[in-house]
């Protein structure tokens, strides 16, 4: 990436998270409401180990490793992909055309356009879910781990990025996409709060192959908790593969955005 | 400004319209709940979207009691067998998208200003958003609940109850959750005459929701110290209380107790939304318009 370049990305960055701390109480009351309302959905899980004590032979400390992994990701994703949850807006408006003209790529003029800051709730519930897990589920933190957890996180944030990309690029054809969204992005979070065993094995092949968000916590948990894995579908080697898994679906999603940028015709206003 | 009268006029002129065409004052209300029925039909791909998403929750709660009960021995004896359990999960989940309404139109209506133009109507705002609401459910009822159901019965391992009894007190407690949530939305709602920030308001009755309103986990299972709490607070008499009734885990005495006691908040918050929408309407400020 050329310097210039670098610099208007940073420049846009920057303008976009002052534009947000320039409302300081909602940011702080934002950040709270998140925080009640991530507690709710904890509330839950919590309610059910204290009655049950296991979901599907995962203790309440592995439950805590798995779903801090999950809203850390999530949160880290939104940090560089919220603006494409409002993709819609920009092709219905026309405003995308503006983009096309400038010289720089589209996708990075979305992207920083928008950087949600309020992500900071899921860092502060990921990583005390991720303390209170390790301890907790006694996770043993080697070097190993602690350097294997970023890239996790990397493989993670491509995984979701990508498959808001590819949701992104179905407005290419049919303009809307709001509902897809909410499916796709929004409610199929709740599939992975769970371990995906809890699933038939049509749903199991599903998301670790067709959608592959058993990769952004699942699979991953696997080597941090030195779980055995002998309840997987899989060969066990399937817990170090997120990274990759996240460059393939990346790759795969930006390739349908290409295609769908050739393919654009301004609705014309 | 004479762009604004000429507005205002031909709002008065459809209000008049409108009122002649209805003929007694009391459809008026019926009007709007058809018309916002019909609103509803605009929409085909949402509704494929919306019935999909359903089954999805359906399919993830279903998957997890069952996933439970069977790595628990214990888990039989909590209230709910594993059959029941199941039941309770998918009844529950219809029931909430039975209730599922637009909590965002008056926050709409008064960012936008349009407000103003049903404070003008010679009507009841509250009896008018009502209406709408109703019209809205009645739609999904009619096409999202029937189909959902429909697969549910054909999918799983669930019968409908054949006693009348659950019906009738099903109903009732359907009626009464509805409108408990219809006004939790509505005095949620209001917010917006005080502040413009009204979604972090509204992710925090997401979450008291998911959390109380027993969607996903039944009330039973909540531990003994917590019960008061829960029991005290409006969310439960939406989803749990009908869905409960409905799959005949609560009957008799218990039903009718729990019955009054949604009556209760129906008239404790049927006189807040009314104390709150004057205080509201005192307080209107319409941003440009």
Sequence with gaps: MKKEVFQIYLTMITASIRGKMEYKMTFLFMFFALLVYYAGHI???????????????????????????????????????????????????????????????????????????????NFTIGITALCFGSYYA???????????????????VLIQGGVRLAVSAVCFWTVRNRSLVHTV?????????YPVTIYKMWMQVFLTILFPLAFVNFYPSHYFLNRDGSDLLFHPVIQYLTPVVGVIVFTCAYALWRVGVNHYQSVGN | MTREVRATDAEAEAVRE??????LFENLYLKFAMKSFQKQLAYKFEYFIGVFNGLLFIFIFTSLWRAIYAGSES??????????????????????????????????????????LDLIKPMNYFSMALSESIGQSMFHWFTRVVPILAVCLLMFD??????????????????????????????????????????????????????FAGGIVPIDF??????PVVDFLPFKYVLYVPTALFIGHIGGAEALKLIAVQAFWVAGLGFTCWGMWGAAQRKLVVQGG
Excluded: C
């Design chain 2, 18 to 23: 409108f009122l002649t065409g209805s003929g």
């Design chain 2, 75 to 116: 888990a039989e004896g909590s209230g709910f067998t594993s059959g029941s359990i199941i039941a309770y999960a998918i009844f529950a989940m219809i029931v909430r998208i039975s209730m599922s309404m637009d909590d965002m139109s008056t926050i709409g209506k008064v960012r936008s200003g349009a407000i103003s």
């Design chain 2, 158 to 211: 669930i019968s409908l109850p054949v006693s009348a009894a659950n019906y009738t007190l099903f109903i009732v407690a359907w009626v009464f959750g509805y409108f408990i949530m219809f006004m939790i939305n509505f005095l949620f709602g209001l917010i917006a005459f005080w502040t413009i920030e009204t979604f972090s308001f509204q992710l925090m009755k997401y979450g008291l929701f998911t959390l």
């Design chain 1, 185 to 193: 992005v929004y409610s199929s979070k709740e599939m992975i709060l």
């Design chain 1, 138 to 156: 006694g996770v043993e933190w080697t070097f190993a781990k602690a350097l294997f957890l970023p890239a996790v996180l990397f493989g993670a």
């Design chain 2, 222 to 227: 909540f531990p003994d110290w917590a019960r």
């Design chain 1, 43 to 121: 509330g839950v899980v919590l309610v059910i180990l204290t009655k049950f004590k296991t979901i599907a032979g995962w203790s309440l400390g592995e439950m805590a490793f798995l779903y801090g992994l999950m809203v850390f990701s999530q949160g880290l994703t939104s940090v560089f992909f919220s603006s494409m949850n409002e993709f819609e807006t920009l092709v219905v408006n026309g405003e995308f055309d503006r983009l096309l003209v400038r010289p720089l790529n589209p996708l990075g003029q979305i992207l920083s356009s928008k950087f949600e800051i309020i992500s900071l709730a």
